[in-house]
T-cell receptor, first 114, second 115 residues
């Protein structure tokens, strides 16, 4: 059973517009959420995170929103740039579950069109 | 500071052969992890180590073993490789466990092909 779901395998956005990547989770014990960005032939790089005590975290062009009641989080990129084209992974961990291991979604490939 | 290094970058291996993927970190992180990434399946945890001298099994541990003799190194061994182990392997490290905001940092990966 997949505990972290990214239901959109791919997303195309025009340069300058907003990119919205979505992630749903099923385990109510998750309380820390992260987004990673991955370019081809490179390892994933940490992008932004959010703790369950918050509903929003912003870092420059990147904002993550968390809706705990819906078990849903989203990553907003605005404005989108061609260099943002990559695969984005959502990940979650749960201190309450007794584990600090990350559970990853399958990823969403973002293409920003110039 | 290099962060996390992995070796080799890529390898083609005959089925049945033994192979060790190397991972070294210079951040003095307590925890280290091995993942495999397969198309359409995302990143799946193979084994982890919360601190030197301890290891644990992840989601897909079968066919793999690890050791953690010191803080910096976390080698992954395939005792007898099979074609289903063809994948890209990523090593990661973090300050954890014990932190509620633990963030993992990844190496560049090893692309392994088992024929």
């Amino acid at each position: 059973d997949q505990q972290v779901k990214q239901n959109s395998p791919s997303l195309s956005v025009q340069e300058g517009r907003i990119s919205i990547l979505n992630c749903d989770y099923t385990n109510s014990m998750f309380d820390y959420f992260l987004w990673y960005k991955k370019y081809p032939a490179e390892g994933p790089t940490f992008l932004i995170s959010i703790s369950s005590i918050k509903d929003k975290n912003e870092d420059g062009r990147f904002t993550v929103f968390l809706n705990k009641s819906a078990k849903h989080l989203s990553l907003h990129i605005v404005p989108s740039q061609p260099g943002d084209s990559a695969v984005y992974f959502c990940a979650a961990s749960g201190t309450g579950a007794g584990s600090y291991q990350l559970t990853f979604g399958k990823g969403t490939k973002l293409s920003v069109i110039p | 500071i290099a962060g996390i290094t992995q070796a080799p970058t890529s390898q083609i291996l005959a089925a049945g052969r033994r192979m060790t993927l190397r991972c070294t970190q210079d951040m003095r992180h307590n925890a280290m992890y091995w993942y495999r990434q397969d198309l359409g399946l995302g990143l799946r945890l193979i084994h982890y180590s919360n601190t030197a001298g301890t290891t644990g099994k992840g989601e897909v541990p079968d066919g793999y073993s690890v050791s953690r003799a010191n803080t910096d190194d976390f080698p992954l061994t395939l005792a007898s490789a099979v074609p289903s182990q063809t994948s890209v392997y990523f090593c990661a490290s973090s300050d954890g466990p014990g932190s509620s905001t633990d963030t993992q940092y990844f190496g560049p990966g090893t692309r392994l092909t088992v024929l």
